[in-house]
């Protein structure tokens, strides 16, 4: 992965973290709107997308690579908000279509440690 | 002409996708000659191409109105969320269609015109443009526009293609509650239908969310969309009812317990209200991320 696409990552990434401020999971004791229920469903549909991608066995074996399993990044995942599973997500789909391994390891890797550094895990938990 | 795509991710390679550029099924031009036409002013093709859509629905349109409400004079231009929001705020549905040219045929097919986000410009010097298309010829390779001035600007298929393809190949079109797209994707209309509820239109956001049980009989959002709507509007019974259908199928739809309760709560209903939220806090795990939810329901119940 070379620098400027590095940075194309970061940028990209930075500005889907920035636009998806605005979501919020459920709003607290009441009635949950139709838009919350779609939001959990979308959830769930992006991280069964996950699942199915660190299943690859190119994949998996590349994370072995690092030093990571796929568990691992499950784990991470699973405590992600909407917003920042969405991050993933779009990061992902700009290199899975290419399908190069190390570019979509590299994507993940990169969500994860973005979202670590500025402290947006934090930014967003609303749990 | 206007501006504004957002942060429109562009290609620069020159061909299009098979899919992109195929008139699908359509053998013979198609073009909704009816289409009424509001002259832009300058700078003003968002509320004119807007307006163009919405009278096409059956919706009352003043072009003044509208462009007090998605024009931005310091931008000279408007924005795809606003034109979207002041479709709302005619109850209808906005719906973004596909990007391909098949999915605008079937659009028009079904007698809706389709409005389109253009850049005339270039990517490095963008000139943002919505138009309204109202044909297609496939038989002269011919797209056919409301567009600016001119009541019917008919453009080479692959200019026009070019031109879309540095909007993003974003399309709308306006739908009246209770019509369904022509190719729907399923999560997205509901996305639509669920915005026009939050938004406030309850009364369009329920015929179009019962659209939706008729389109997708059983569908589990489609049925908590109309549970949630009929709720909104107090039709208590219903809601419950329906409520109660889709809990027989899930009984695990925890969102939609949670609601059947404060239904309950309305019908002065209470002791059965706090049953239900027993019966989901019984089933939830303690580390479960929406646990809280239902605990605030508890409280929030119990307290009225």
């Not at chain 1, 290199?95 to 947006?120: K, P, Q, S, T």
Request: glycine share 8%; with cysteine.
């Amino acid at each position: 992965m070379t620098l400027s696409h590095l940075t194309r990552v970061v940028a990209r990434t930075v500005a889907v973290a920035i636009v998806a401020v605005g979501f919020a999971p459920y709003a607290g004791a009441a009635v949950i709107s139709p838009q919350e229920l779609i939001q959990d469903e979308v959830r769930a549909e992006r991280v069964a997308g996950l699942v199915a991608l660190l299943a690859r066995s190119d994949v998996a074996q590349q994370l072995e690579n690092y030093g990571v399993s796929a568990d691992q990044v499950m784990e991470r995942v699973d405590n992600m908000t909407d917003a920042e599973i969405l991050a993933l997500n779009n990061a992902i789909d700009q290199h899975v279509a290419g399908g190069d391994v190390l570019a979509i390891i590299g994507a993940v890797f990169l969500v994860l440690l973005i979202l670590e550094l500025v402290g947006v895990t934090n930014i967003f938990s609303s749990f | 002409m206007a501006l504004l795509g957002g942060a429109v991710v562009l290609s620069a390679c020159a061909g299009f996708d098979e899919n992109v550029r195929s008139y699908g099924v359509l053998q013979a031009p198609v073009e909704l000659e009816r289409t009424a036409f509001y002259p832009q002013e300058r700078y003003q093709c968002g509320p004119a191409a807007l307006a163009t859509v919405l009278d096409a629905s059956g919706a009352d349109v003043e072009l003044e109105a509208l462009t007090g409400q998605v024009y931005l004079p310091g931008r000279q231009g408007s924005l795809q969320v606003e034109l979207l929001a002041a479709a709302r705020a005619h109850e209808r549905v906005p719906y973004v269609i596909d990007g391909t040219l098949s999915a605008v045929v079937a659009e028009l097919d079904a007698g809706r015109p389709v409005l389109v986000l253009q850049n005339l410009g270039v990517d490095w010097f963008p000139q943002w443009h919505y138009a309204v298309i109202v044909g297609v010829d496939p038989l002269t390779d011919r797209i056919i526009l409301r567009s600016g001035t001119e009541r019917r600007r008919v453009t080479p298929t692959r200019t026009f293609l070019h031109t879309w393809r540095r909007g993003g190949f974003w399309a709308m079109v306006v739908l009246p509650p209770g019509e369904i797209p022509a190719l729907p994707d399923k999560v997205r209309y509901f996305e639509s239908v669920a915005a026009v509820e939050a938004t406030g239109h309850l009364e369009s956001a329920y015929a179009a969310w019962q659209a939706g049980v008729d389109r997708w009989p059983g569908d589990a959002t489609a049925l908590f969309g109309q549970a949630s709507a009929a709720y909104e509007l107090g039709h208590y019974a219903e809601a419950e009812a329906v409520y109660r259908q889709l809990l027989s199928t899930q009984p695990d739809l925890h969102p939609a317990r949670n609601n059947l309760a404060y239904v309950l709560l309305a019908q002065g209903r209470k002791a059965e209200a706090l049953a239900e939220i027993r019966w989901i806090l019984a089933r939830i795990a303690d580390g479960d991320r929406n646990r809280e939810i239902y605990e605030d329901s508890y409280r929030d119940i119990a307290g009225q």
